[in-house]
């Protein structure tokens, strides 16, 4: 049993960290700043999701009422982390539209704004 | 009158800097505090206030006098920031730039924070009513409150809020606050005993000398948290509006 869920855990802890390093590797490595933000708003929400969740389970390890509720607080702590980590990357990436920061084509490169607003038409 | 203040500081911070030469070192085991006082409050402070954590009993029991008055300094604080920059219109026009208007409310944003917001708030009063047991408290509830109103002011804006909770009503709950803290110590010395000895609600309350300690640091928290909580949004439309209450960054 105990096994099992040591499994569970180390998997969860371990998918989690691994999810870490893509965001990192594409925060560092992304062109420009609405890719960098689209990493580090997916993949930073699901990492620590997943690595909430193991620690979560690793509390099952001795189950009572105490644990438990630790549990649950973690868990709380995740779904607080799925509501405002995305809608704080959405502002951030609302507010650099807003600001008309440039960004980058496969086709054209880095490509300023104004340059987006003129073929759009406005 | 720049100059005057300048010297005041500049005599002020002299004077601390000379009174902190007589500080005892940081970590020092012969000072006072690592010899006699840690131990006291950790061996004493459950038997005598019967609250676990004893960090909130130190801090609103054996030294309430001193919370009481960091209470009133983040008052004076907001009350200052208001004074400075809530000014007539007529004077403000002339030396500030236009802010950018905000256009429209975003809504991802405000179904969020709608979700959070009850979250948060309810969060701040747990936190508030647990700080006998664990980290938290006062000041850390009355921020988390105050935060939960900040979070709806920039998910829609400064007006939606303060038509929620107007400006007057917050700085009268901000005075309010100090005056639950300091009108539960004038209660105790019409009791009989010291200023803040909260062991003298207990005739009112009908509990234990003890307990009434107990509930006597939860009340002054509520105090604290009403003061904080006020005046971490005053001070956000303030400052973020620059006094003219209309916008907001």
Redesign the interface.
Known sequence: MNIYLDAIVVLLTFVGLLFFHGTTVGILRFPDFYTRMHAAGKGDTLSTMLILFGFAAYQLHHPSTATLLVAGKIIFIAV?VF??SP?AT??IM?AGYESEIGAWSAKDGFVSSCLIRKEKGE | MKVIAALFSIVLGVVLLVAANDLPIWGDPESPVSVHLSSYFIEHSVEQTSVPNFVTAVLADYRGYDTMFETAVIFCAGITVMTILRRSHRLRKKNVPPRPVREGQDIIICSAARLIVPMMQLFALYVLAHGHHSPGGGFQGGVIFGASFILLALAYDLKTVLSRLKEKTMMLVSGLGVLVYAGIGVLCLFLGGNFLDYSRLASILQVTEIEARSHGILGVEVGVALTVTCIMLSLYADLASGGEMDEGL
Do not use: K
Request: aromatic share 0%; hydrophobic share 55%.
């Open positions: 607080l509501i405002a809608t959405h502002a609302d």
